[in-house]
């Protein structure tokens, strides 16, 4: 069973998001929030499989709640439902760290596909959207800095630099397993599949401490 959680300002809304999942088998609504601030507790005590999330909200909102709950819940994949879909905004919400990006004018099953893509560790953009965006956003060509989170290129520096995981948990005041995620993250962004690539991917783009 998928674990979905909603985040959005609008009760309608997610009243509508509700009636699509629960009428879907496999995925089910483990609970909701009206604002980021309320996301990021929530996340705290309801773990998900995919947090829908809408990135136009009064308060924390925008690339910022997506940085931040990523670099605090890395394990939890962020599909953006959104009724923005111009290519500047889909690309801004990626860099940030959204695994996928759905229009709100797009049709139920378009959504349904989203969600379970994420949940299989997969992307998902909605076929409305410029199709450049993922590819643009996840390969070597890219700039380092726009392909990274905040967090995941602390992290990449930390390693760079030969300090031990669990060292680096203490240096970012993180737990080692999420150390972990934002670092088999790196890999997956990057196309990396060993260590010993991942540094010197570093060295060559000059990402050091």
């Given amino acids: 069973m998928i674990k979905v959680v909603l985040v959005d300002d609008h009760a309608i809304m997610r009243d509508g998001i509700k009636q699509i999942l629960v009428t879907t088998d496999g995925i089910t609504v483990e609970g909701e929030a009206d604002s980021g ?83 299989e560790g997969g992307t998902y953009l909605d076929p409305a959207v410029s199709g450049f965006v993922f590819t643009g956003a996840t390969g070597d060509a890219g700039v380092p800095t726009d392909i990274l989170t905040k967090r995941e290129l602390e992290v990449l520096r930390l390693i760079a630099d030969g300090i031990s995981l669990s060292d680096i948990g203490d240096k970012l005041h993180l737990s080692p397993k999420t150390v972990s995620t934002h670092k088999m993250r790196l890999k997956q962004k990057l196309g990396i599949e060993n260590n010993a690539d991942l540094i010197r991917y570093a060295v060559k783009h000059n990402i050091k401490g």
Avoid at 86 to 105: E, N, W
Wanted: with cysteine.
């Fill in 37 to 119: 601030e309320e996301a990021l507790s929530l996340l705290k005590g309801c773990p998900c499989d995919v947090l829908i999330l809408d990135i136009t909200m009064p308060g924390i909102s925008g690339v910022e709640l997506i940085q931040r709950i990523g670099d605090t819940f890395p394990c939890v994949p962020i599909l953006v439902l959104s009724m923005h879909n111009d290519a500047a905004v889909v690309t801004r919400a990626v860099k940030a760290g959204a695994k996928g990006y759905v229009a709100k004018g797009s049709k139920s099953p378009v959504l349904i596909d989203a969600i379970r893509a994420l949940a």
